[in-house]
Each structure stands twice: as structure tokens, then as C-alpha cells.
């Protein structure tokens, strides 16, 4: 017999759960002034998204609260996330946000919503203010550094944990997680991938119809 749970929500947080990127907004606004070449060096997969954030974040010069100020007044969030997740809470549905972004600036955007990230299983890049930046670490679900493949070692430890995994992504760095679990919701880039590919998937552009597809996957 299984001691598995039986089921999970793994999602992403930038452009999944917000409208946009808020790590890369936070960069257009305050830099560094080396952003532009970091995020070209991702883009044409010269360093991993982990370190892109390692290398941009470093030097950002600026508080907590200047830059969660940014964060709250600027972040917009897909139309109907707040009532799918009080209803997945309210069904007691496993749901884990796991980032390769930045902890401090998820937990700013989700207080925007009444959300209390304390009381949410977020897995994100931990971020120390230090005197000249921000430092950023990744650590694997065995507390680990890593600078690669977040997402995806949050995804095959929690494979061991329970018996289907429902997965929420919007880009090329959800592939690898998206495709080891049993069902997949894609938009973006993501959701062009496995249309390219002829592969299935749940297309979402907002959550106002995810609590009658996720029904449909308990029911």
C-alpha cells in the first residue's frame, strides 16, 4: 500500500500566477547596470535562470523597502487567482508556489492579496540584503546549494511524496518539471512547446475556469 499523498499543485510564481515578470521589472526599473548583458547571457542560455538572478541581484543597491514598494504598486496578478486559491485551500488541495525567483518579492507581491506567506509552502531563490546587494541562494529539497534546475529538484522530490502532481507554468524553465508530472497547465511559452510538439496540456490565460478544470481532474 502507498504512504503517498495523493495529490498535488506545483506552480510556478512570474508570469504564471502575476501578469509579467517581476524579477525582470524590478531590473528594468533599478538595474544593475549590467542587467542588460546578464539577461542576454540567459536568454541565449550562456548561464541558468538561477544564476541569472545570482549575478542580477547582487549589486542592487537599494532596501527591502524600496524595492517592495516597487513590487506592491506595480505587481498585477492573472484575474481569478485569489478565488482559486481560497478554494484549494478551502478543499485542503496540497499547493506549493516553486520559484526560481526571489523570496522577498513573491512574499510582497502575495501580501497585495491578503496572502500570508508564512502560512503558504513557497520554495524560492533566499535572499540576504547585504551592504552592497542582495545576495541569492538556491538550495535543493535537501538543503543543497544548487545554481540550476530549481524547479525541477522540487519536482521529482515531491514525485516521491505523492501519487499525481498537477503542474502550473508559463516558460521553457517549467519543461523539465511540467513533463514529469500528470497533468500539465500551461500558458506562454510553455504552452507553445507542447503545441509545437503535439503534446497535451491545459491552456489557461487566467484562473477564472481553473476551479471547474481542476474539478474535473478530482471529479
Known amino acids: 500500500m502507498s504512504n503517498k499523498k495523493p495529490l498535488l499543485i506545483q506552480s510556478d510564481f512570474d508570469n504564471t500566477i502575476t501578469i509579467g515578470n517581476v524579477s525582470e521589472q524590478i531590473h528594468d526599473k533599478f538595474g544593475p547596470s549590467d542587467w542588460d548583458s546578464i539577461y542576454k547571457n540567459y536568454r541565449l542560455g550562456n548561464i541558468s535562470v538561477e544564476e541569472s538572478n545570482i549575478y542580477s541581484f547582487r549589486y542592487l543597491n537599494y532596501s527591502e523597502t524600496e524595492l517592495d514598494k516597487f513590487v506592491q504598486k506595480n505587481v498585477q496578478f492573472r484575474s481569478g487567482f485569489s478565488e482559486f486559491y481560497n478554494y484549494i485551500q478551502d478543499q485542503k488541495i496540497d499547493y506549493k508556489i516553486v520559484s526560481s525567483g526571489v523570496d522577498f518579492y513573491i512574499k510582497s507581491s502575495l501580501k497585495t492579496l491578503g496572502i500570508d506567506s508564512d502560512n503558504l509552502s513557497l520554495h524560492s531563490g533566499s535572499s540576504e540584503f547585504v551592504n552592497d546587494g542582495i545576495e541569492i541562494k538556491y538550495f535543493d529539497p535537501q538543503g543543497k546549494v544548487i545554481r540550476s534546475e530549481f524547479k ?68
Request: negative net charge.
Open 152 to 219: 525541477n529538484n522540487y519536482t521529482q522530490y515531491h514525485k516521491k511524496q505523492y501519487s499525481k502532481i498537477i503542474y502550473f507554468g508559463d516558460s521553457l524553465t517549467d519543461l523539465n518539471s511540467s513533463l514529469s508530472s500528470d497533468y500539465v497547465f500551461a500558458t506562454g511559452k510553455l504552452h507553445d512547446y507542447y503545441i509545437k510538439n503535439r503534446m497535451e496540456c491545459v491552456k489557461f490565460d487566467d484562473y477564472n475556469d481553473m476551479i471547474t478544470k481542476i474539478n474535473e481532474i478530482l471529479f
